[in-house]
């Protein structure tokens, strides 16, 4: 899985070059998206990728879509009328239902018929291969059929695409204008991954400085700035009484740049505050929470971290890089956060 991740970065690298002997700057949230959804679209689909692709972009145009309905005044039950957005809604609903649909078809086939022929070091051939092993009641009653198979798909996407896409994004900014942080991680990089071979997961491992600067970037920029839960029963918090159905606002970039919990610098970047761990970065260690926290917590953690390891590294051996003149800082969120008018960057080869 790394292999590809680190091999996906190169060839992204490789259309920038006319760009960087031209002395063009590249907005690299446009880049880092697309790299995440072919990483994301490799790693789930496997052989299929480009199947799977497709139908991420669709479920793009259904999260922009999403987004804007959320962000308007909505009257109940304005979903069910016969508007043109909605029956547009519905049709791309549809046709990612279909298209998700045939490629799991395409595979529980070959799984059947050809065992050589396929790939179940993938996403896909291993929650099928989870799902076809009956041990006993218990599990038979937790298999999933092909609507949850499809819906865990959509999930994979959604919740681990924009996200990655994010936080690589906003480290590049912070990258391209903190230099000397920038010189530090390539003098690391160079140390544990060498200058032009492509990283291994193992070298990844004591990218330390690397590590740190990531912590600080999804403090200050966590790609999910709100989490929402639902209390399923009445809660006494302190002195306040959260009755059952309440929904309660989790305001997560709140709590990861308030001064009682981070000190004075809470807005500054500062990534030393994270050498000696998360634990204790943070006076109240529940407070940095980009993953969220408890049973519900991100399943991607560890995916995201060697994903935007790789990348960075990848790049920093490569180029040096600073932020355009240009750039207007402008974070918005749409479902997660992003910059509004891009990140353009500057690259210079490095010989
Ligand atoms: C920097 C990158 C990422 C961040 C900041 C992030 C953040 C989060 C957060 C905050 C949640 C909890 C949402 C909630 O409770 O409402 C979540 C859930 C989830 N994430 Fe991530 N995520 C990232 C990358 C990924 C990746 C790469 C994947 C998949 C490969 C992924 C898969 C998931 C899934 C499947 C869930 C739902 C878990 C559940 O409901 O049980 N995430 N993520």
């Given at each position: 899985m790394a292999s590809i991740m680190g091999e996906l970065t190169v060839k992204v690298i490789e259309k920038w070059g006319?760009?960087?002997?031209?002395r063009r700057a590249i907005d690299v949230n446009g880049e880092f998206r697309e790299l995440s959804a072919d990483i994301i679209a490799h790693t789930a689909f496997g052989s299929s990728f480009e199947e799977g692709k497709a139908i991420f972009e669709l479920q793009q145009?259904?999260?922009?879509?999403?987004?804007?309905?959320?962000?308007?005044f909505n009257v109940p039950g304005s979903k069910y009328?016969?508007?043109?957005?909605?029956?547009?809604?519905?049709?791309?609903?549809?046709?990612?239902?279909?298209?998700?649909?045939?490629?799991?078809k395409k595979r529980i086939g070959l799984?059947?018929?050809?065992?050589?022929?396929?790939?179940?070091?993938?996403?896909?051939?291993?929650?099928?291969?989870?799902?076809?092993e009956v041990l006993?009641?218990?599990?038979?009653?937790?298999?999933?059929?092909?609507?949850?198979?499809i819906e865990e798909c959509k999930t994979f996407f959604f919740a681990g695409h924009e996200t990655t896409a994010t936080l690589l994004t906003f480290m590049f900014l912070l990258l391209g204008t903190h230099l000397e942080w920038q010189e530090r991680l390539r003098d690391e990089v160079y140390e544990a991954c060498g200058k032009a071979q492509l990283p291994t997961v193992d070298s990844l491992n004591y990218l330390k400085l690397v590590g740190?600067?990531?912590?600080?970037?999804?403090?200050l920029y966590p790609p999910a700035v709100m989490l929402r839960r639902e209390a399923t029963t009445?809660?006494?918090?302190?002195?306040?009484?959260?009755?059952?159905?309440?929904?309660?606002?989790?305001p997560i970039l709140a709590w990861h740049q308030d001064e009682q919990y981070w000190g004075v610098?809470?807005?500054?970047?500062?990534?030393?505050?994270?050498?000696?761990?998360?634990?204790?970065?943070?006076?109240v260690p529940g407070a940095y929470l980009p993953f969220s926290l408890g049973p519900r917590n991100c399943i991607g953690q560890q995916f995201a971290y060697i994903e935007a390891k790789m990348v960075v590294a990848t790049i920093l051996q490569r180029y040096r890089f600073r932020l355009s003149p240009e750039y207007v800082h402008s974070p918005i969120t749409v479902l997660t956060l992003r910059p509004q008018f891009g990140v353009p960057i500057y690259f210079e080869e490095l010989v």
């Open positions: 006319s760009d960087v002997k031209a145009k259904q999260q922009e879509l999403l987004s804007k309905i959320l962000s308007r009328l016969p508007t043109s957005e909605n029956e547009y809604r519905k049709k791309l609903k549809k046709t990612i239902n279909e298209g998700l649909s045939q490629i799991v799984t059947e018929v050809a065992n050589g022929d396929r790939n179940d070091n993938d996403l896909l051939g291993l929650m099928l291969a989870a799902n076809s006993d009641e218990r599990e038979k009653i937790l298999r999933m059929g092909l609507d949850e198979l740190m600067v990531m912590n600080e970037t999804l403090r009445d809660i006494k918090l302190g002195d306040t009484l959260i009755p059952a159905g309440t929904v309660v606002g989790l610098d809470a807005k500054d970047f500062h990534p030393e505050r994270f050498e000696e761990g998360i634990a204790k970065a943070c006076k």
